[in-house]
């Protein structure tokens, strides 16, 4: 009884947090206008606060709804911090989609960004069922890609989804990120747009920038997801975000961005996604 109630309080102190945070975040963030630096600027004006819809929107659009009624159990495998809205160890193909998926606000924006900064190769940590890895590939088809899952059942999934949205060029690495990411790296070379949304904890996220930064040039970029979602994920991102290596920061409150441009003064930001 006194493990129930502990388990119970304790997620509603993240909870909590999590409520302060997007409070906290609503009240200090900008726009385009409280953005001196051209680059960033650029970024609102063509990712951020950009409302242009692009082919491949509809496509993933269309794969969402038709998937989300699936009824179909995938068997769940936790290797990381668990997940944000469910703890079932089996569960629908549906649930995964309403629950687990991007949401399509966030991955317009990973579209968007991939387009605008056109990356040389495009990592992925955390494959789910694959929606995050079609909005990365669709905005640059040419750039090779890797995405990896901890979860076979869950990559085949996503192996499904990017056959039938012909991806089936993005590379899915499955096993635990220990042993797949330095693979995954020796195989890029180097990294142009890293998009991370694996282990939530504060070691794990930490031990990933480490590794990935080797692999990194001026022109890089990258993505923390859920970086509001705990206090571990909130220390983890202050930490990075305030690292001498990282030049620019974007915190956008559903993730993080770094960026690594040489020659400007370091800056950090908050900015809405409309």
């Not at 009884?1 to 102190?13: N, R």
């Not at 809205?85 to 317009?108: C, F, M, Q, T």
Request: proline share 3%; aromatic share 12%.
């Amino acid at each position: 009884m006194l493990c129930i109630l502990a388990i119970k309080m304790s997620a509603i102190a993240k909870k909590w947090f999590q409520v302060k945070e997007y409070l906290l975040f609503q009240w200090k963030a900008g726009n385009r206008h409280s953005v001196h630096s051209p680059f960033v600027f650029e970024l609102c004006q063509r990712v951020f606060e950009d409302k242009r819809s692009f082919h491949a929107f509809k496509e993933i659009d269309q794969l969402r709804k038709q998937r989300s009624l699936e009824t179909g159990k995938v068997k769940i495998i936790e290797l990381g911090a668990g997940s944000k809205h469910n703890e079932d160890r089996v569960r629908s193909v549906g649930d995964l989609v309403k629950n687990v998926a991007i949401p399509a606000k966030y991955g317009e924006v990973l579209f968007k960004l991939v387009d605008v900064l056109q990356p040389s190769t495009i990592l992925e940590m955390g494959t789910s069922i694959g929606f995050s890895g079609l909005y990365l590939h669709k905005a640059r088809q040419k750039a090779p890609m890797i995405t990896l899952e901890g979860n076979p059942f869950v990559a085949h999934i996503a192996q499904q989804h990017f056959e039938q949205l012909n991806a089936e060029v993005i590379q899915i690495k499955v096993g635990d990120f220990k042993d797949t990411l330095s693979e995954a790296l020796e195989r890029l070379q180097t990294v142009g747009l890293a998009f991370i949304d694996g282990n939530h904890t504060y070691e794990a996220t930490k031990d990933y920038f480490e590794k990935i930064f080797p692999y990194v040039n001026e022109n890089s970029c990258l993505i923390f997801h859920d970086i509001h979602w705990s206090k571990g994920m909130r220390k983890a991102w202050d930490e990075i975000s305030k690292d001498n290596r990282v030049v620019f920061s974007i915190d956008l409150f559903e993730m993080g961005l770094v960026f690594f441009n040489k020659g400007v003064p370091k800056q950090h930001f908050l900015l809405k996604v409309k």
